[in-house]
């Protein structure tokens, strides 16, 4: 995650590592997107299409659709056939006025704006839905080939580690409800989404990188990972809205620990015992890991940027009360690796996973690319009277950039 956390000790997570080769820490720093957020998106995305197409591509026929009672004329016929699956041109069409709407573009005027202003015709439009659906229908194919089945018990603990991320069940559905979707509707994105993982492992195993592999991929991006710094953190927590008075004694506090520190009375590791709130480092001595496998909010890391091996901050404020920061390791290397051995265990691991993950996903991507490549695929010409297909005769583009980029 690329937020500032509550909290430096929060262990880099998978989602982090696959985004290691990303643009530079301080602007990751400033970027925030919710964990909630994040996990609807990642599923939602695509889970109305999903949705549809499970439940028709089942049986060989993306079915006709009802008459639509949205006022508009439905045409009937096959938009594409995809390995002898059919895709109707009802089934299109609703999905396109639907995203019309959803945008807002009733009127035909702003429907062809819109279009003009994200470079599409109304035949583009169709043929960009059609790959979609098209591409779903491959891969619940490809599952069936490579008997990919999700039992009950994995969705329900996909459910339970999603509600738990987000803060509770409670929550969780609270969010999902702002989006439209509800507790069953969820389970059935995240069935799908199992499914098509357990197809990317069928289709595109990997193996553990070589040491090789690794020391390129850091000298390729050395500047993501030169001059990191691990660090112990002992926090004296204050909340954001104490008082004047609640802050100066934690303040006290914190700088009571430090002389202790200082003055060898304490190690860091007791001080870290008997004073620290940070529950999450508490039980690993402070420990917080490296600051270019994780981020900190920007005090912390400031802090921590002036500390060599061995070094003891000040009492360093931030949102989230005061800190007292230890460097107990550190990384450079000149000018590129030269021995896997330079490169400390975590960060070894760290992009060992990146390096999995890339190779994971150009491999699936060539895989996916040719397995549609061999699909039976025919898409058929758009009928002139479906209801999306508007004029875009003396339609040009808005001078000012102010239409949706959503799709």
């Known amino acids: 995650m690329a937020?500032?956390?509550?909290?430096?000790?929060?262990a880099p997570t998978s989602e982090q590592r696959s985004r290691a080769a990303s643009s530079s820490r301080k602007k990751q720093r400033k970027t925030y997107v919710s964990k909630t957020v994040k996990i609807v998106l990642v599923v939602i995305g695509v889970l109305a299409m999903l949705l549809s197409v499970s439940a028709m591509a089942c049986s060989g026929l993306m079915s006709q659709t009802e008459s639509a009672s949205s006022g508009y004329k439905l045409t009937g016929g096959v938009?594409?056939?995809?390995?002898?699956?059919?895709?109707?041109?009802?089934?299109?069409?609703?999905?396109?006025?639907?995203?019309?709407?959803?945008?807002?573009?009733?009127?035909?005027?702003?429907?062809?704006?819109?279009?003009?202003?994200?470079?599409?015709?109304?035949?583009?439009?169709?043929?960009?839905?059609?790959d979609s659906y098209a591409q779903q229908i491959l891969l619940q194919q490809a599952q069936k080939e490579n008997g990919v089945t999700v039992s009950d018990e994995e969705v329900e603990k996909a459910w339970k580690d999603a509600c738990k991320s987000a803060g509770g069940a409670k929550a969780f559905k609270k969010t999902l409800k702002t989006y439209g979707y509800t507790e069953d509707t969820y389970k059935d994105s995240l069935k799908e989404s199992l499914a098509q993982q357990k197809l990317k492992d069928a289709v595109a195993p990997t193996s553990?990188?070589?040491?090789?592999?690794?020391?390129?991929?850091?000298n390729e991006n050395l500047s993501n990972y030169n001059?990191?710094?691990?660090?112990?953190?002992?926090?004296?927590?204050?909340?954001?809205?104490?008082?004047?008075?609640?802050?100066?004694?934690?303040?006290?506090?914190?700088?009571?620990?430090?002389d202790k520190i200082n003055s060898g009375e304490l190690s860091f590791e007791d001080a870290v015992e008997q004073y620290s709130d940070d529950t999450g480092s508490k039980d690993k001595k402070g420990d917080v890991g490296w600051d270019k496998l994780t981020t900190f909010v920007d005090s912390y890391q400031a802090a921590l940027e002036g500390l060599n091996k061995g070094d003891v901050s000040d009492v360093v404020e931030s949102t989230y009360g005061y800190h007292i920061i230890k460097c107990t390791d550190y990384f450079h290397v000149d000018n590129q690796v030269d021995d896997i051995k330079q490169v400390p265990k975590d960060i070894k691991k760290y992009v060992s996973n990146v390096v999995k993950t890339q190779a994971a996903s150009t491999a699936y991507s060539e895989w996916l690319e040719q397995y549609k490549k061999d699909a039976d695929i025919t898409v058929n010409p758009m009928p002139k009277d479906v209801p999306y297909n508007v004029s875009l005769k003396g339609v040009t583009k808005s001078s000012t950039d102010d239409s949706s980029k959503t799709e």
Do not use: H
């Not at 937020?3 to 929060?10: A, G, R, Y």
């Not at 303040?251 to 620990?257: P, R």
């Open 3 to 10: 937020n500032k956390k509550k909290n430096p000790e929060v």
């Open 79 to 130: 938009a594409a056939t995809i390995n002898g699956t059919n895709l109707t041109e009802d089934t299109v069409t609703k999905q396109i006025m639907s995203m019309r709407t959803s945008y807002g573009y009733t009127k035909d005027k702003d429907w062809a704006q819109y279009l003009v202003d994200n470079d599409l015709t109304p035949k583009k439009y169709r043929k960009q839905l059609i």
């Open 208 to 218: 553990k990188p070589k040491d090789s592999e690794i020391v390129d991929y850091i």
């Open 227 to 258: 001059d990191a710094r691990r660090s112990s953190n002992i926090l004296i927590k204050v909340d954001s809205d104490a008082s004047d008075e609640d802050k100066a004694a934690a303040k006290a506090k914190a700088q009571e620990c430090l």
